[in-house]
Every structure is written in C-alpha cells, then in structure tokens.
C-alpha cells in the first residue's frame, strides 16, 4: 500500500522569503503522479502543482517548483518570495498511475504542513 | 462555472439520525470521491466512483454508503449518525486519474 509523509507538521517564514516544505512517498509503483494542494483559511483546495513520475523535469507554477527525487521517493514543494497569501496547509497527495478501474483510483494524502507567512 | 458544489455546507444531527450530503459537478467528470478531514489526519477516503454505476470503498467506508446513477452526481449516506463522523467531508472530481481532482467546499459535520 502508498504511504505519503510530510514531516513538517508546522513551519514558518519571513514574507519575501524562501521556504521548503517536504514530502516523502512510500510506493512499489513506477508509474504514479504527485501534487501540491493548498488549503486556505477558507477551507477550499487548490492545486498548487503536479508532477507525472515518468518525466524527469521538475515542475513549475510561478513562484511554486518542486524537487522531485523519484529514488529517493521524495517531492519537496519550494515556494519563493513567500507572500502573506501563502499562508495556509499544504498538502502532498499520490495517485496510482497505470489503467484505471475501480479499486486502482485512490488518491493518497499526507497529514499536512501548516505554514505561516510573517509580515 | 459552478464546478464542484457541495450541499448543505453545515449541518448538525443527533446521533442515530441518518442524512445525506449531496456533492454534483458539471464537468463532465467520470471521477470522483468523498473524503473526511480531521485535524492532523490530512484527508482520507472514504468511498469513490470511476463512473455512473460503479462505487468502490475507500480507506474508511463504515458507516457510509454511496450511488452513482448519474454522471453529475456523487451521494453520500450516513445511515446512524455517530459522533465519531463529526468531521468536514469534501468532494471532489476529475477528468482522469493524472489530472487534479477538482473539491467543492466542503461540509462541516456535528454529531451530538
């Protein structure tokens, strides 16, 4: 079964500033797809950012990238120039590549980083 | 653009009460899900369809039952209500498993 970490149950940053905030997967597949999801305050879900784990490229929103490291199993989600609107959780998510039926549509979520942008 | 719309938006029962939250989309999406957030367990499955007809469970299904006898549509049950599924519940949908599920805004659930 995929297991999805994120390590960093809180973080902070200075506006303007750079902050990583990590994820790590645990899967036997080798194709699978990876996203950055964004909760406000207002409790709606973005997406931030995905990534297809066939292409070796890091993807790129703006002021959003992440470092994908498919050996290592990891996907850390870099936001610079931190704004005050960045504020809010952030949550890593795996789904299962591959044909899809039912039983293989399951998207996996880690427990989230709570990030706070400082003025 | 409606996109995900997630009905009523907030809700308190009674334990044992049983009620439905609805979720639709019209985007023509053959996907979609029902999850549950609880504070520090991220979001977790519940039940989810990969089209009209077909229902699968998640990783916590007890207590809840689903259709989907449209396209658009996406119930969910709770047969008795426990104060164990006070929780905000998403929906969400997509056009395929490699693109981003779309979520409504959420339903935030009190059981007494």
């Known amino acids: 079964a995929q297991t999805v970490t994120q390590s960093q149950p809180e973080m902070s940053v200075q506006e303007a500033e750079t902050v990583t905030l990590s994820c790590t997967y645990d899967t036997s597949e080798s194709n699978y797809y990876l996203f950055w999801y964004k909760q406000p305050p207002s409790r709606q879900m973005i997406l931030v950012i995905r990534q297809e784990a066939y292409k070796q490229q890091n993807a790129t929103e703006n002021r959003f990238s992440v470092n994908f490291q498919k050996a290592a199993k990891s996907f850390s989600l870099k936001i610079s120039d931190s704004q005050l609107g960045d504020t809010a959780m952030y949550f890593c998510a795996f789904m299962k590549g591959g044909i899809t039926t039912s039983g293989t549509y399951k998207y996996i979520f880690g427990t989230g980083t709570r990030l706070k942008v400082l003025a | 653009n409606a996109g995900v719309t997630q009905t009523p938006k907030f809700q308190v029962l009674k334990t044992g009460q049983s009620m439905t939250l609805q979720c639709a989309q019209d985007m023509n999406h053959e996907y979609m899900s029902w999850y549950r957030q609880d504070p520090g367990m991220g979001l977790r499955l519940i039940h989810y369809s990969v089209g009209a007809g077909i229902t699968d469970q998640g990783e916590v299904p007890n207590g809840y039952n689903v259709s989907r006898s449209t396209t658009e549509d996406f119930p969910l049950r709770l047969l008795s209500a426990a104060p164990s599924q006070t929780s905000v519940y998403f929906c969400?949908?997509?056009?395929?498993?490699?693109?981003?599920?779309?979520f409504g805004d959420g339903t935030r659930l009190s059981i007494l």
């Open positions: 969400a949908s997509s056009y395929s498993q490699r693109q981003p599920q779309h």
